[in-house]
Protein backbone atom coordinates (compact mmCIF):
# COMPACT_ATOMS: atom_id res chain seq x y z
CA UNK A 1 0.00 0.00 0.00
CA UNK A 2 1.67 3.01 -1.57
CA UNK A 3 0.82 6.65 0.06
CA UNK A 4 1.45 10.20 0.51
CA UNK A 5 1.14 11.60 3.53
CA UNK A 6 0.86 12.37 6.64
CA UNK A 7 0.95 15.83 5.26
CA UNK A 8 -1.24 19.09 6.31
CA UNK A 9 -0.82 21.93 8.48
CA UNK A 10 -0.48 22.16 12.37
CA UNK A 11 -0.77 24.91 14.20
CA UNK A 12 -1.43 24.34 17.03
CA UNK A 13 2.00 24.02 18.68
CA UNK A 14 3.45 27.08 16.70
CA UNK A 15 6.29 25.00 15.98
CA UNK A 16 6.89 26.14 12.46
CA UNK A 17 6.01 28.99 10.57
CA UNK A 18 2.78 28.70 8.81
CA UNK A 19 3.83 30.18 5.31
CA UNK A 20 6.20 27.22 5.20
CA UNK A 21 3.75 24.43 6.48
CA UNK A 22 1.47 25.67 3.54
CA UNK A 23 4.49 25.32 0.77
CA UNK A 24 5.45 21.92 2.21
CA UNK A 25 1.53 20.92 2.09
CA UNK A 26 1.32 22.19 -1.71
CA UNK A 27 4.51 20.35 -2.56
CA UNK A 28 3.45 16.94 -0.97
CA UNK A 29 0.34 17.06 -2.91
CA UNK A 30 1.84 17.09 -6.33
CA UNK A 31 4.24 14.61 -5.43
CA UNK A 32 0.88 12.79 -4.73
CA UNK A 33 -0.63 13.84 -7.98
CA UNK A 34 2.38 13.02 -9.51
CA UNK A 35 2.54 9.61 -8.46
CA UNK A 36 -0.77 9.15 -8.23
CA UNK A 37 -0.97 8.07 -4.96
CA UNK A 38 -3.88 8.74 -2.20
CA UNK A 39 -3.08 11.43 0.34
CA UNK A 40 -3.77 11.50 4.08
CA UNK A 41 -4.14 14.99 5.64
CA UNK A 42 -3.62 16.40 8.96
CA UNK A 43 -4.92 19.59 10.00
CA UNK A 44 -4.94 21.27 13.68
CA UNK A 45 -6.25 24.20 14.30
CA UNK A 46 -5.95 25.18 10.54
CA UNK A 47 -8.93 24.62 8.74
CA UNK A 48 -9.40 27.21 6.63
CA UNK A 49 -6.06 27.29 5.47
CA UNK A 50 -6.35 23.31 5.21
CA UNK A 51 -9.66 24.03 3.39
CA UNK A 52 -8.26 26.60 0.06
CA UNK A 53 -5.48 24.32 -0.19
CA UNK A 54 -7.41 21.50 -0.58
CA UNK A 55 -10.09 23.12 -2.53
CA UNK A 56 -6.79 24.98 -5.15
CA UNK A 57 -5.13 21.92 -5.32
CA UNK A 58 -5.94 18.47 -4.75
CA UNK A 59 -8.57 17.21 -7.89
CA UNK A 60 -12.34 16.56 -6.50
CA UNK A 61 -12.10 13.23 -7.16
CA UNK A 62 -8.62 12.44 -5.54
CA UNK A 63 -8.54 9.40 -2.87
CA UNK A 64 -8.02 11.17 0.28
CA UNK A 65 -8.02 10.21 4.20
CA UNK A 66 -8.54 12.89 6.32
CA UNK A 67 -6.32 11.38 9.41
CA UNK A 68 -7.75 12.10 13.13
CA UNK A 69 -10.50 14.14 12.68
CA UNK A 70 -10.86 15.34 16.46
CA UNK A 71 -10.23 19.02 15.70
CA UNK A 72 -12.40 20.68 13.32
CA UNK A 73 -16.39 20.80 13.53
CA UNK A 74 -18.71 18.67 12.03
CA UNK A 75 -19.70 21.46 9.36
CA UNK A 76 -15.97 21.24 8.42
CA UNK A 77 -16.02 17.79 8.34
CA UNK A 78 -19.82 18.34 5.67
CA UNK A 79 -17.92 20.72 3.28
CA UNK A 80 -15.08 18.26 2.73
CA UNK A 81 -17.25 15.13 2.03
CA UNK A 82 -19.05 17.15 -0.22
CA UNK A 83 -16.12 18.57 -2.13
CA UNK A 84 -14.26 15.32 -2.23
CA UNK A 85 -16.53 12.36 -3.15
CA UNK A 86 -13.51 9.98 -2.34
CA UNK A 87 -12.87 11.39 1.15
CA UNK A 88 -13.27 9.83 3.80
CA UNK A 89 -12.70 10.73 7.24
CA UNK A 90 -10.95 9.18 10.52
CA UNK A 91 -11.70 9.00 13.75
CA UNK A 92 -9.46 7.40 16.61
CA UNK A 93 -9.83 7.10 20.41
CA UNK A 94 -10.82 10.43 21.38
CA UNK A 95 -14.31 9.62 20.70
CA UNK A 96 -14.98 7.72 23.91
CA UNK A 97 -13.11 10.75 25.67
CA UNK A 98 -15.86 12.16 28.79
CA UNK A 99 -15.12 15.46 27.21
CA UNK A 100 -15.79 14.77 23.31
CA UNK A 101 -19.09 15.44 22.94
CA UNK A 102 -18.38 17.55 20.01
CA UNK A 103 -16.41 15.04 18.42
CA UNK A 104 -19.07 12.55 18.92
CA UNK A 105 -21.93 15.06 17.35
CA UNK A 106 -19.37 15.21 14.20
CA UNK A 107 -19.14 11.06 13.84
CA UNK A 108 -23.24 11.25 14.05
CA UNK A 109 -23.42 13.67 11.17
CA UNK A 110 -20.70 11.58 9.20
CA UNK A 111 -22.06 8.59 7.03
CA UNK A 112 -20.17 5.22 8.07
CA UNK A 113 -19.88 4.73 4.40
CA UNK A 114 -17.26 7.72 4.61
CA UNK A 115 -15.86 6.50 8.11
CA UNK A 116 -12.34 5.53 8.50
CA UNK A 117 -11.40 3.92 12.06
CA UNK A 118 -7.67 4.76 13.24
CA UNK A 119 -5.64 4.73 16.46
CA UNK A 120 -3.00 7.43 15.72
CA UNK A 121 -0.48 5.22 17.35
CA UNK A 122 1.15 5.78 19.84
CA UNK A 123 -1.56 8.62 20.58
CA UNK A 124 -5.69 9.04 21.67
CA UNK A 125 -6.05 5.17 23.19
CA UNK A 126 -9.94 4.99 23.51
CA UNK A 127 -10.75 5.01 27.74
CA UNK A 128 -10.28 3.18 29.30
CA UNK A 129 -6.73 3.12 28.36
CA UNK A 130 -6.51 7.05 27.82
CA UNK A 131 -2.50 7.73 28.16
CA UNK A 132 -1.54 4.44 27.68
CA UNK A 133 0.10 3.82 24.09
CA UNK A 134 -2.52 3.39 21.47
CA UNK A 135 -2.26 0.31 18.88
CA UNK A 136 -4.52 -1.10 16.23
CA UNK A 137 -5.79 -4.00 19.04
CA UNK A 138 -8.42 -1.27 20.32
CA UNK A 139 -10.19 -0.65 16.75
CA UNK A 140 -12.70 -2.37 18.20
CA UNK A 141 -13.48 -0.77 21.01
CA UNK A 142 -13.34 2.73 18.68
CA UNK A 143 -15.75 0.68 16.56
CA UNK A 144 -18.37 -0.33 19.31
CA UNK A 145 -18.44 3.75 20.21
CA UNK A 146 -19.32 4.34 16.65
CA UNK A 147 -21.99 1.38 16.62
CA UNK A 148 -23.57 3.26 19.45
CA UNK A 149 -23.43 6.45 17.93
CA UNK A 150 -24.92 5.45 14.68
CA UNK A 151 -27.16 2.86 16.34
CA UNK A 152 -26.06 -0.14 14.76
CA UNK A 153 -23.48 -3.00 15.73
CA UNK A 154 -19.38 -3.28 15.80
CA UNK A 155 -19.80 -5.62 13.69
CA UNK A 156 -21.74 -3.63 10.87
CA UNK A 157 -19.05 -0.66 11.50
CA UNK A 158 -16.25 -2.93 11.10
CA UNK A 159 -17.12 -4.63 8.23
CA UNK A 160 -18.30 -0.49 6.47
CA UNK A 161 -15.27 0.49 7.31
CA UNK A 162 -12.81 -2.42 6.31
CA UNK A 163 -14.29 -1.81 2.76
CA UNK A 164 -13.71 1.85 3.34
CA UNK A 165 -10.15 1.41 3.57
CA UNK A 166 -10.18 -0.99 0.49
CA UNK A 167 -11.50 1.95 -1.28
CA UNK A 168 -9.17 4.48 -0.54
CA UNK A 169 -6.11 2.90 -0.48
CA UNK A 170 -7.45 0.37 -3.02
CA UNK A 171 -6.33 -2.82 -1.24
Not at 142 to 170: D, F, P, W
Amino acid sequence: MLVVGEMGLDYFYNNSDPAIQRDVFKAQINIAKETKLPIIIHSRDAADDTWAIMTEHIPPHWKIHFHCFSYEDKEFAAKILKAFPNLYIGFTGALTFKKSDKLREVIKSVPLERTLLETDSPYMAPEPYRSKTCHPGYIPIIAKRVAEIHVTTTEQVLKITRENVKKVYGI
